[in-house]
């Protein structure tokens, strides 16, 4: 048997095996208790339009707010790491080495409960302020590295040339370093902003009101209201509506810069 004829043999059985469980499932499943767990329109009903006008609203202005922060704070530290005096270096990579290896979820419960008793510290906006700001301190760990790694991939000639063009370390750093090294990072920080959507649902451990509760809290509170796993596929398809968009984005970018390239 030729090779060519050995591999199209081999794919045809790969699809009739993907048929024959595509099909094993279908008939095995007990759709009725699917529809009435997980597809009620009744429960939907009912979760609208809270799920979109509070939870998924909170959402993304938790997100918005958890970014800016990371991207304020990851700027800083990634610029104490290239920085030519040690003790800068040093905190940054300490501080970025430290929030990198700790869970998001311990990080959060120690801001919303270890470090206000320890300090007799009401953080501001409640338990939900304590978890955006344990957000923040993680993400501008991560994000400090993908700026870091943006800046040292812009090619030394474009400083050289600054440089002698009698420009200042500091405005050479801010018109020609920092935009270009933007420009390398977008794919990553877009990815980077995807992450902190689904990390906003480990704000629950926190303890949120009402009114301030994400898609995970609100999914989590009306499923057990409800008894009914609907608003669970609610929750879910609200983030993908939110973070599809982002991810086709990236992919996009990404294709934008091998070209440029």
């Known amino acids: 048997m030729r090779p060519s004829t050995r591999k199209r043999l081999f794919r045809g059985v790969l699809y009739a095996i993907f048929i024959l469980a595509v099909a094993a499932v279908i008939l095995v499943a007990d759709w009725e208790a699917i529809r009435a767990n997980f597809f009620n329109l009744d429960v939907a009903a009912e979760a609208f339009p809270t799920v979109v ?3 998924a609203k909170n959402t993304v202005v938790y997100t918005v707010i ?4 990371g991207m304020i704070g990851g700027l800083i530290l990634a610029l104490m790491k290239l920085s030519p005096v040690g003790p800068y270096r040093w905190v940054a990579t300490a501080y970025i080495e430290l929030f990198r290896g700790l869970p998001a979820l311990l990080v959060i419960f120690g801001f919303a409960f270890a470090v206000p008793i320890a300090f007799e510290w009401r953080p501001p906006g409640g338990s939900t302020g304590a978890g955006l700001i344990a957000l923040i ?12 790694a943006g800046i040292e991939a812009v ?4 400083v050289e ?32 902003l995807v992450i902190l959507i689904k990390d906003t649902s480990l704000l629950f451990i926190a303890g949120m009101a009402l009114g301030d509760r994400e898609l995970t809290t609100f999914a989590r509170d009306t499923v057990s209201s409800q008894a009914n796993s609907t608003p669970l596929v609610l929750a879910a398809l609200l983030y993908l509506i939110i973070t599809l968009p982002l991810t086709q984005l990236v992919a996009k970018l990404e294709r934008h810069n091998k070209r440029g390239r």
């Open 137 to 148: 301190v993680v993400s501008s760990a991560y994000i400090a590295e993908t700026i870091r």
């Open 66 to 69: 958890a970014f800016i922060g």
């Open 161 to 192: 040339a600054a440089r002698s063009l009698g420009m200042r370390p500091s405005w050479t750093l801010v018109s020609v370093v920092l935009p270009q090294a933007f420009r390398i990072i977008t794919p990553p920080l877009t990815n980077e």
């Open 53 to 55: 006008t509070e939870a």
């Open 155 to 158: 090619p030394k000639g474009q």
